[in-house]
């Protein structure tokens, strides 16, 4: 049974095929076929060594497909259609930092494999209507998304910002518009843009044509600002976050796709704000379950820019580097 595994030290050129036998599940485990998984920007830095990982780890932490065997116990049915979760030591409620460190494609074994056998928990059924390939988007970006906007409490008519068009950007969208919110998204190109309106977006702005994008945001919102962000530019773009904000808006702090080479905090806007500033890693179990329930009830179908054989996954990481993407980069297994 196939597996892609990592070659220490790192480097996309040290992904190899490799195999994996799973055993049996035991009391409480299930086994499952794996037939989707999709690539995140951690998976990159996993592969590449920047993160830390154990010699011949299995990548990746996004996996669907289908139950084929049960352990006693085990909550689930041979058939069942289900989507790994990143957290699996995170069941619910408040965990320490701590305790977060052995999550698939990182700490443990990921899902560029055929089959694994984990304990049921590992796994959430998946959401009715969706392929493999779409459920296999949401245990990373789709949840990170999910508890961006479950933490700001995002309710009908809130103004929110969604920067970019990776995956995460893109399901903050999705949901924001599912909770009746009104979303302006940021993109660096005209195309890019005008996907974004076809998926919803009420107001797009250019931030290359327009770096001072945080004035814009005040433009369209009769200079009061936005409810929420979703900030993942990082240091290089908090600056026009914060610029963008209203008072007492809740900012997101997800991730730093536009680099660190500006790391300071607009320390005098924070404070004169009154702006809520919250972590967030992911999320546990019960916000994927949150999540898949309400993706069943709208309807929401995950963005795919394209999909590559499990074999190809170096290929698909450098396509992910390359920025070209719109939504999510899905493996086929
Ligand atoms: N904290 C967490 O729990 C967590 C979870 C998941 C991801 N993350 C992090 O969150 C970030 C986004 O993840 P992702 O999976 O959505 O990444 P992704 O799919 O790789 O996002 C790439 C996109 O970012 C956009 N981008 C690049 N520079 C930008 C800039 N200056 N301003 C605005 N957008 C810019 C580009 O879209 P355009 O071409 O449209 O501008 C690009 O296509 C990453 O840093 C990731 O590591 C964190």
Known sequence: MRAMRIRQPGGLDRLYLGSATPPAPGPGEIRVRLRAAAVNFRDGLVAKGVFPAADGLIPLSDGAGEVVEVGPGAGFAPGDAVVSVFHTAWADGHIERGQLTASPGGGADGFACDFVTRPAGHFT???????????????????????????????????????????????????????????????????????????????????????????????????????????????????????????????AIIGAVAGFTNDTMPFALVQAKRLRLQGVTVGSRKDQLDMVRAIEANGIEPVIDRVFPLEALAEALRYQDSGQHFGKIGIEI
């Not at 940021?186 to 702005?205: F, N, P, Y």
């Open 125 to 251: 059924h998946a959401p009715r209507g969706l392929t493999h390939g779409q459920a296999a988007t949401l245990t990373c970006a789709g949840v990170t998304a999910w508890r961006a906007l479950a933490d700001g409490h995002v309710l009908p008519g809130a103004r929110v910002l969604v920067q970019g068009t990776g995956g995460v950007s893109l399901f903050a969208l999705q949901f924001a518009k599912a909770a009746g919110a009104v979303v302006i998204a940021t993109s660096s190109s005209a195309e890019k843009l005008a996907r974004l309106r076809a998926l919803g977006a009420d107001h797009v702005i250019n931030y290359r044509e327009e770096p001072k994008w945080g004035q814009a945001v005040l433009d369209l919102t009769g200079g009061l600002g936005v409810d929420h962000i979703v900030e993942v530019g990082g240091p290089n773009t908090l600056a026009q976050s914060l610029q963008a904000a209203r008072t007492g808006a809740h900012i």
